[in-house]
């Protein structure tokens, strides 16, 4: 007897033999045993996932001798006919193959008699996708009101490529790709069986390189078969498929997590000596860091389809997280750039020495010794026990009393409330901001007690925040008394800016003012709200008395009380009138805002226009150089202006200017927002 290859020695031969594809497998088994079955089914998915063998262990169940069962016998006349392909009620076509409108002509021409052997006839359609659209329109009626001994069977690969029509006459199934676990574990049954020798890792590499195909898995192993002299080996498999050995990769890693150059060199050559492809090492490096940076992130989410969970889990606690992120990255631009480089080995080479001299800025490198090693090296620690040093008063060092500032008990800054108490020791934070106040106390040095420094520390940085945001708002107030288009004018209650005293040896004695009283008492000018432009509303709504006429001067203010939204508001703004003679409106659009525009926006325009102005009006929009300013072009020109002046006020703020004296602060241009004026 010849040889059968695995792939068709192993087709399963009723459902509880399918690997896989329970989610169909389930609807049909409950549709058998309850007697409520289709006349058409069609089963959709990629090549090897089993659409065809469910197709035929159908056919065994609605023809088997015992009855319509979802568990067919396997021994009876029509069960083994169609095991052996020569079951006369069942016709099976290959559409790609048959693809005119005689042969499916010619195939539905005997559907309307009984079937000859079995208690169906069933028609099994492989790749249906490939009909012709007359086949598919003489297969229509057929298939949607068959008779009732006739069951059609579809497959294909490809099911956008069917028609509604044929879609919405059947009941689909889409079959799913196989994992490589359970294309692994199918492997090992059917080698166990046939009592070949294997390895693990080889079944892992032939369930990757099936892509989901548990045909390819079995056509693949066969192949390997030969290749090994009847055994199914690792290193044979790698050698077979050309692909990368996954050991090397991890070594690779390690060796760039331990930082060893040479080493990396060394696995290089030693991958060139198997002639090994450096751009597929370059991709199973890629996905071994990303299946890293998984089990670092979220180890429960790490699952095997590799085989090689542990050693993942293993070398994720080997590498910190910014490594892995870097090394991927890189890896993805040297992928890019991989064509460019001389040879594939150099240009892999360069990709690792470069993953070598990058490393993240202050991430601490991973532990060298356990946990309990460090314990037990670590010396006995004795107690420590501080005694607070009385306050010292110097020259340098005293105790200050904020100078509070009048103003509303909801808007005090806190750095103008008063302690609860005095505090026994003297603050680094309070020492800085003396000596800032007081140039003569650096004269001596400052003895600093160091206490919660950190807390007194980030207090001065919230103070210097509140400052600045502070100074930016009133500059921004100010902003507003500059710019013409504000309706009222701003009412500035004057102050008297006292001048800033600066401490002199004489008068050391003195209480010193903190740096948060200087900037408080150099607070600008109180600025009262500015009135807003009341809202612009639609024309419906706008008395006859305020509604402008339709000319070139008034139409940017003119088409803000008309109700436009949308693309057609934006045409608006972007035109300019030609001409208007009472009746008829021309316009010239701009060039640039063009690509949306079409004749039912002159009819929309049209239409608002002569409600607006109570007449019939007639619009024409022409699109062209603009020979005037549009409503666009001015609104942008007046918030270029607002910006000006906005940067200009902050740059010649005296708050600011003291804020980069004394914390060396400065302002980020893109953070400076002009306050909008522009009804627009």
């Keep these: 007897m010849s040889y059968q290859v ?94 005119k409108v005689e042969d499916t002509r010619e195939l539905l021409d005997n559907v309307q008699y009984a079937p000859t052997a079995g208690r169906y006839k069933v028609y099994l359609i492989d790749e249906v996708h490939m009909l012709s659209n007359s086949s ?218 470069r993953m070598l001299a990058f490393k993240p800025v202050g991430v601490a490198e991973l532990p060298q010794q356990t946990l309990a090693q460090t314990a037990a090296e670590a010396p006995a620690a004795e107690p420590i026990i501080e005694q607070a040093a009385p306050p010292q008063e110097t020259a340098a060092v005293k105790k200050i009393e904020p100078t509070p500032v009048a103003s509303k008990p909801s808007d005090t800054p806190p750095w103008e409330t008063q302690p609860e108490a005095a505090k026994p020791v003297v603050s680094a934070a309070t020492a800085i901001e003396e000596t800032v106040a007081s140039p003569a106390a650096l004269a001596e040095p400052v003895a600093v007690v160091e206490t919660p420094v950190v807390e007194e520390a980030q207090g001065v940085v919230a103070q210097a925040e509140t400052l600045m945001r502070q100074a930016a708002s009133h500059s921004l107030k100010e902003m507003v008394a500059s710019v013409d288009q504000v309706s009222e004018p701003v009412k500035v209650i004057e102050k008297p800016e006292p001048a800033v005293a600066i401490n002199t040896p004489a008068e050391a004695e003195k209480p010193a003012s903190s740096v948060a009283d200087m900037l408080a008492k150099t ?45 057609l508001r934006n045409i608006a703004s972007n035109c300019v009138l030609q001409s208007f003679d009472g009746k008829q409106a021309d316009f010239i659009l701009d060039q640039s805002q063009a690509t949306l525009f079409n004749d039912g926006h002159k009819q929309r325009l049209a239409g608002h226009l002569s409600d607006y102005l109570q007449t019939p009006i007639g619009v024409e929009i022409t699109v062209g150089a603009l020979t005037a ?45 002009p306050v909008m004026t522009d009804p627009a």
């Excluded at 202006?641 to 241009?669: C, H, K, T, Y």
């Design 6 to 99: 695995l792939a068709r020695k192993w087709r399963p031969k009723s459902f509880s033999e399918m690997a896989g594809q329970e989610h169909v497998l389930k609807a049909l088994i409950n549709a058998l045993d309850r007697n409520r079955l289709h006349h058409a089914y069609l089963f959709t998915g990629t090549r090897g996932v089993g659409k065809t063998t469910i197709a035929r262990i159908l056919a065994k169940c609605l023809n088997c001798d015992k009855g319509v069962t979802s568990t067919p016998c396997g021994e009876c006349s029509p069960c083994q006919q169609i095991a052996e392909g020569r079951f006369i009620d069942l016709i099976e076509v290959d559409a790609a193959s048959r693809t």
């Design 136 to 353: 598919f329109n003489a297969l229509l009626k057929t298939l949607e009101e068959p008779p009732p001994h006739v069951k059609f069977l579809l497959a294909t690969t490809d099911p956008q490529k069917l028609p509604a029509t044929v879609l919405s006459r059947c009941l689909q199934f889409n079959l799913k790709n196989m994992s490589p676990e359970r294309i692994v574990k199918h492997l090992d049954y059917v080698l166990g069986e046939e009592q070949i020798e294997f390895d693990e890792q080889a079944l892992w590499s032939l369930s990757r390189a099936a892509e989901g195909s548990m045909r390819d898995a079995l056509s693949l192993t066969d192949q390997a078969i030969a290749y090994g002299s009847g055994q199914v080996r690792a290193d044979d498999v790698t050698m077979m498929l050309g692909t990368i050995d996954q050991h090397a990769v991890y070594r690779l890693l390690l060796a760039l997590a331990a930082q060893n150059g040479a080493q990396l060199l060394a696995e290089v050559a030693l991958m060139a000596e198997h002639a090994a492809d450096f751009g597929s090492a370059l991709e199973e490096m890629l996905s071994v860091l990303h299946r890293l940076a998984i089990a670092q992130s979220v180890p429960a989410a790490l699952d095997n389809s590799h085989g090689d969970r542990q050693r993942i889990i293993e070398l994720a606690s080997q590498m910190t997280a910014e490594d892995v992120q870097l090394f991927y990255q890189m890896g993805l631009a040297g992928r890019r750039d991989m064509p460019m480089a001389p040879d594939a080995r150099s240009g892999f080479e360069m990709l690792l020495l």
């Design 629 to 673: 300013e549009s409503p666009a072009q001015q609104r942008s020109r007046h918030l270029a202006e607002q910006m000006r002046a906005a940067v200009e006020l902050i740059d010649n703020d005296p708050n600011i200017a003291l804020l980069r004296q004394q914390f060396g602060a400065e302002v980020l241009p893109e953070s400076i927002r």
């Design 523 to 567: 607070a600008p000018a109180e600025v009262l709200p500015v009135s807003q432009p009341a809202a612009k509303v639609g024309a419906d709504r706008v008395a006859v008395e305020d509604r402008l006429p339709l000319t070139a001067e008034h139409w940017s203010q003119l088409y803000l009380q008309m109700p436009l939204n949308g693309v």
